[in-house]
């Protein structure tokens, strides 16, 4: 099993331009390293940040060649090896290129829901030792010059992130973004915006512990399933602010809420519900929170922006 598998992965059908292309065997590794980390847990290999982002990791310690580091071409592309299979979502079909390649990573997500890697390639990712030899494999056949960095503890592009969203000034961080959309091209901008999406996501709720900021639920997955989501105060597409201080823990429900108007929350922390809404007395019900004031984070350089607040207050509250 191991044999045929590791014969597999060595014989990849990449375009030979400049060396090779690398896109599929840093996906590989980016698969690899996740399933290590346990964060994915089955045989569904979704579109998800944590994967962009390691794709983008590990591309930027072992890639030398002018390669474009596009995530969509690899995942769209591994549908002609034998252990690769892509699931389509109902009723979708992929949308593609002239030269029949993916669109766009947007397009990629829109069509696919998962793909599939053959069981026994697998099984063998989840065995330690197996998943060892694959990594070696795959690093000494495509990344010879380069392998060694690849357990390197050098640049961190996760906690580059983080700290652009933790420690930067708001008018930081969206010139940042600005900069970035001007330098990058289309392909590449989107799958930056996706990530920072993707960490955006996992810190709010960190720095909420977990908590919705309104209910003070909070509930503990043996998983790494996400029980409370990271709210935009302002709208990214508006704002281009991933800051912490533009985010704020809510459950489900409240988020959607919040996103509609139905509820806010003054700049003094105060949730306000909207006098638009009827409801029947329940336990589920909005106006239990009116007049309560938000959980905050422990540090007050954490807390969500008063200018943001502000601006919910006047552009989304429904009155």
Not at 48 to 58: A, G, N
Not at 180 to 189: A, G, V
Not at 211 to 220: D, K, T
């Amino acid at each position: 099993m191991l044999q045929y598998n590791l014969h597999l992965l060595l014989k990849l059908r990449r375009d030979s331009k400049s060396g090779g292309a690398p896109h599929k065997p840093i996906l590989l590794l980016a698969i690899l390293e996740l399933v290590r980390k346990g964060e994915i847990i089955n045989n569904r290999i979704e579109i998800t940040p944590e994967l962009v982002l390691e794709f983008k990791s590990i591309w930027s310690k072992l890639v030398v060649t002018q390669h474009s580091p596009n995530f969509a071409l690899p995942f769209f592309h591994m549908k002609t090896e034998a252990f690769w299979r892509l699931v389509t979502k109902a009723g979708m079909i992929i949308p593609m290129t002239s030269s029949n390649s993916i669109k766009s990573l947007s397009a990629l997500k829109e069509s696919i829901a998962f793909a599939e890697l053959n069981k026994d390639l697998y099984t063998l990712m989840l065995d330690a030792a197996s998943r060892t030899i694959l990594i070696e494999a795959l690093l000494e056949r495509y990344f010879p010059e380069t392998k060694v960095l690849f357990t390197s503890k050098g640049y961190n592009l996760f906690s580059d992130l983080e700290h652009q969203m933790v420690a930067e000034d708001a008018a930081v961080y969206q010139k940042r973004i600005q900069e970035l959309k001007e330098t990058l091209n289309k392909d590449e901008f989107e799958e930056e915006i996706f990530i920072r999406g993707g960490v955006f996501k996992r810190e709010i709720p960190k720095i909420y512990g977990y908590h919705c900021a309104i209910s003070g639920m909070r509930v503990e997955a043996l998983s790494n399933a996400q029980m409370v989501d990271a709210c935009h105060i302002k709208p990214f597409a508006l704002s281009r602010d991933d800051t912490i201080s533009n985010g704020i823990s809510l459950s489900p429900n409240l988020h959607r809420a919040f996103d509609r108007g139905l509820l806010t929350i003054t700049a003094d922390f105060i949730i306000r519900i909207s006098p638009t809404i009827a409801e029947s007395d329940s336990p589920f019900s909005l106006k239990q929170f009116e007049g309560k004031t938000i959980q905050l984070p422990e540090n007050v350089r954490h807390f969500p922006s008063t200018e943001n607040l502000s601006w919910h207050n006047k552009e989304a509250y429904r009155l």
